[in-house]
Structure formats: C-alpha cells, structure tokens
C-alpha cells in the first residue's frame, strides 16, 4: 500500500478529506489509473478514516467501478435485447474461448480483456462486439476467431515495421 501513496497524492489531498468525496475519489483514480485497484480502495479507507468495508461497498454497488485493468484490447460484446436474441451469447462464448479468459478479465499477456454490456446502440448491426473503438457487426462464433486473427496478426506486424 505504501508503494501506491505516492502515485495518489495528486488525488488524495486535504480538501477531499471527507467521507462525502469517496465516490469522487474512486472516479478519480478510476481515471487515472483505468480501474480500481485493492490497494487504491485500502489508501482511500485509510485516507478517510472510514472502514475498508465502507469503500469496498460503494465501489462494488455502482456498476461504473472496474476492479481488474483493461486489455490493451479491450472488448465489448453486447448483450442487449436485440444482439442477445440474434446469438449474443454464443458470440460472448467464442470470444472468452479464443481468447482463455472469463468475463471480466483479462488476458495472461495483458492484451485483451472481456466486458459483457447492456448494449451499445446498434441493434440493427446485432450482434455487436466493439474492440477498442472498431464496431464489428452481424458478429458469429466463426466470425470472432477471424476479427481476434486480425489484430493479433496487426499487433505483430507493428515492431516490425519500427525497426
């Protein structure tokens, strides 16, 4: 814990110092550091003189909190009313076993990493996964082997071409 304080100060600072900021103060190094880690929770408590139990509550209730951190790659596959009907769960299945890895994880090489989503809006597309930014539509179990062959062939190209 010690070792985070540090890469914290910039947030944790005297005027925050009251129970009423801690979902800002989660927000905040949800944003700087991409997720919220034991430690960072740990600091907050400490930081607030609240109990650890408090901030582990407020962090898991709200959905907007991530306690792994993304992918480089991270992925989104939709499960919304329209792309769960037209194979969103098997497209969730082929993705997480491509790629080894449960939802809301990640990859061993840090490379990827799997959301489940209510939905992202385009449900004439269904079934959707979004990779990064990249919207894939009318996405199958075959389709997914071909989009994750992509990136990963894109991924090794890049030293490569810097050399």
Do not use: N, W
């Given at each position: ?28 190094v ?19 003189e609240?109990?650890?139990?408090t ?8 959905n ?25 769960k098997?497209?969730?299945?082929a ?17 990827f ?12 597309l ?8 990249s ?9 997914v082997?071909?989009v994750?062959v992509?990136?990963k ?11």
């Open positions: 814990m010690e070792e985070l304080k540090p890469e914290l100060a910039d947030i944790l600072t005297s005027d925050k110092k009251d129970r009423r900021h801690l979902i800002s103060l989660l927000q905040q949800q944003r700087k550091f991409g997720y919220i880690s034991k430690e960072a929770m740990l600091a907050i408590a400490d930081f607030l609240i109990p650890e139990s901030v582990y509550s407020i962090a898991t209730f709200y907007q909190f991530r306690f792994t951190p993304l992918g480089k790659h991270p992925i989104k596959v939709c499960m919304g009313t329209a792309c769960h009907l037209a194979g969103g098997l497209v969730l299945e993705v997480a076993r491509e790629l080894d890895v449960s939802v809301g994880g990640i990859t061993a090489d840090h490379e990493s799997l959301e489940r989503v209510a939905c992202v809006g385009c449900c004439a269904a079934p959707v996964v979004v990779v990064g930014e919207v894939y539509p009318r996405m199958t179990p075959v389709k082997e071909e994750l992509t990136i062939s894109i991924k090794q190209e890049k030293p490569e071409k810097q050399m």
